[in-house]
């Protein structure tokens, strides 16, 4: 799904969001629906095309402003269903799914089986460059409408067929018996017809069918949602709105809540954790989250990518002492990772505490042996690139670098290469133009071992920035999605992460818990696994 960021601003000093964020004495905003709040937030990436939106900050707001045929639970993040009345199969590959009645988009237009069929298309379609169009690739006739090389040969999904109103079916390439669970995903909302025949204008306002909709949005600035109050789901909104206002630098935004600017921060930054119980108290929250955090390899460059390479990667990852790095920077909100999971999934899930072994495991010795039998670092220096618009990343960077450097025995051995922005860094990815370890992380999209391997690693992968690629992974990974029984196939995910360490694809550093501090105008504030904010749950006053 999507990586990990968090980028956030100074909006407060932008006379446009004075009176939605109550700075300058401006007040608190009231929609129709009640009180609105004001959130941190950080511009999206892409536009907020559900099959087109990889990241966290465009995710929230898909997230608010759509509902798709499965919901993943804010407390548990089992998926159950939403728009789904029943999702059928005798073979874990030929799907009949219902859709229920009543549910319409909020400019009246009814959720039909068709709603979600041309959607599928869209977000699959080669021509419109949707990053999540791999998602849809377990779908029959995917190789015709996203071929790897060439020109598209279909426009459609030959798997996917509309039965009538509230009916369709979907035949996969092969047996994936974890289908039905990723349908929670934004990449398979459904569309309204205003989409497909006035797109630039609902780029400009998405029209969606969630407890929220999109009232402005001033880019660099805010996006101002409000309570829908024709919404038919179970989840109504229980405040008028929420604006989400833009930050680039998270600490502005701490001070502004402390100030009394700002509702909520969803992301406390690390140069406050040793104050932010003190300053909150239990509107405080630290919670754990499907999220873990590693550094990436450019396979693309061939010094990372030659023959003992695996044994450099593998040596880095013993020279990062990651137990003092979370201890010291990070005050509790992050734990030491030992595998390529998150401990949320549970063992039943796939998370298999231990599985990296020592090769996450300080070790200077082993270290410094084994780059040297790999021979050496690259070019002599590992440059690791990071976004330094959030104000986060330095001081860990550094810290990883301290540690590397301490460990090799040689204070130039690491440095931090910091890249302005997170658009400009993602740009710089996209482009293929890294030339070292680079920052990265995951947000799970929904609670399978599979949404942090395949997504990942797996060959020409949708979120496979450093374009890692192993036989042996790809076949793990189909013959654990073919398998119907969920112990067997966790067992062959697991088989599949180990040859992630053995070849040490990304080192993974550590699991993220979510964070968050609020304002004594909310209540009923929590994260959910994903570490989102459950907005339309909070309420005002």
Not at 69 to 90: F, H, N, Q, V, W
Not at 198 to 216: D, F, Q, R
Request: hydrophobic share 35%.
């Amino acid at each position: 799904m999507r990586g990990v960021t968090r980028a956030r601003g100074a909006a407060c000093a932008l006379a446009v969001a004075l009176a939605a964020a109550g700075c300058g004495g401006g007040g608190p905003a009231v929609g129709a629906g009640g009180a609105v709040l004001s959130s941190s937030w950080g511009d999206p990436q892409n536009p907020l095309e559900p099959a087109n939106t990889n990241e966290v900050q465009g995710g929230k707001v898909l997230d608010m402003i759509f509902r798709g045929l499965k919901k993943y639970d804010p407390r548990t993040g089992k998926a159950a269903d939403m728009l789904a009345e029943s999702i059928d199969t005798d073979d874990s590959r030929n799907f009949t799914i219902r859709v229920k009645r009543g549910w319409t988009f909020s400019d009246g237009e009814k959720v039909t089986a068709r709603s979600f069929v041309d959607a599928w298309n869209y977000g699959a379609s080669l021509k419109h460059h949707q990053k999540n169009a791999y998602f849809f690739g377990y779908v029959d006739g995917y190789d015709k409408v996203h071929p790897s090389s060439g020109t598209q040969t279909a426009d459609t999904l030959s798997g996917l067929k509309v039965v009538d109103d509230h009916t369709f079916t979907v035949r996969l390439r092969q047996t994936f018996s974890g289908f039905p669970d990723t349908l929670g995903y934004a990449a398979f909302a459904p569309l309204p017809r205003v989409f497909f025949t006035h797109h630039a204008a609902w780029l400009a306002k998405p029209v969606g069918n969630g407890p929220y909709t999109v009232e402005s949005y001033r880019k660099g600035s805010q996006m101002s949602l409000r309570k829908w109050a024709g919404y038919p789901g179970p989840d109504k909104a229980r405040n008028g709105g929420v604006d989400l206002v833009v930050y680039t630098d998270n600490n502005t935004a701490y001070t502004d809540l402390m100030a009394g600017n700002l509702d909520l921060v969803d992301d406390v930054p690390a140069a406050q954790l040793k104050n932010v119980r003190s300053d909150l108290g239990d509107r405080y929250i630290n919670a754990p989250a499907g999220i873990i955090q590693t550094f990436a390899f450019p396979y693309y460059d061939k010094a990372w990518s030659k023959p003992g390479a695996e044994k450099v990667r593998t040596g880095l990852s013993m020279a990062i002492n990651r137990r003092q790095i979370t201890e010291t920077i990070f005050d509790r909100t992050r734990t030491p990772a030992t595998d390529w999971t998150s401990p949320v999934l549970g063992a039943d899930g796939g998370y298999r505490a231990g599985l990296c072994g020592r090769a996450c495991s300080y070790d200077p010795a082993g270290a410094r042996k084994l780059i040297k039998e790999g021979g050496g670092i690259p070019g002599g220096q590992v440059r690791i690139t990071y976004n330094a618009d959030t104000g986060s990343h330095k001081e860990w960077v550094d810290a990883v670098c301290n540690s590397i450097n301490n460990a090799l025995g040689d204070s130039k051995a690491c440095v931090g290469n910091p890249v302005g922005t997170f658009a400009d860094f993602r740009n710089r990815i996209g482009r293929h133009k890294m030339s070292g370890p680079f920052r990265a992380g995951w947000q799970m999209d929904y609670p399978l071992i599979q949404n942090f391997l395949q997504p990942l690693y797996y060959t020409d992968a949708s979120s496979n920035d450093g374009m890692w690629s192993n036989r042996d992974f790809d076949r793990l990974v189909d013959q654990a999605n073919a398998e119907t029984d969920q112990a067997r196939a966790v067992r062959l995910f697991q088989r599949a992460e180990e040859v992630v360490r053995d070849h040490m694809a990304a080192i993974p550093l550590w699991y993220q818990n979510g964070s968050a501090g609020y304002s004594e105008r909310l209540s009923g504030v929590a994260l959910n696994p994903f570490s989102v904010p459950v907005y339309n749950e909070i309420k005002v006053g």
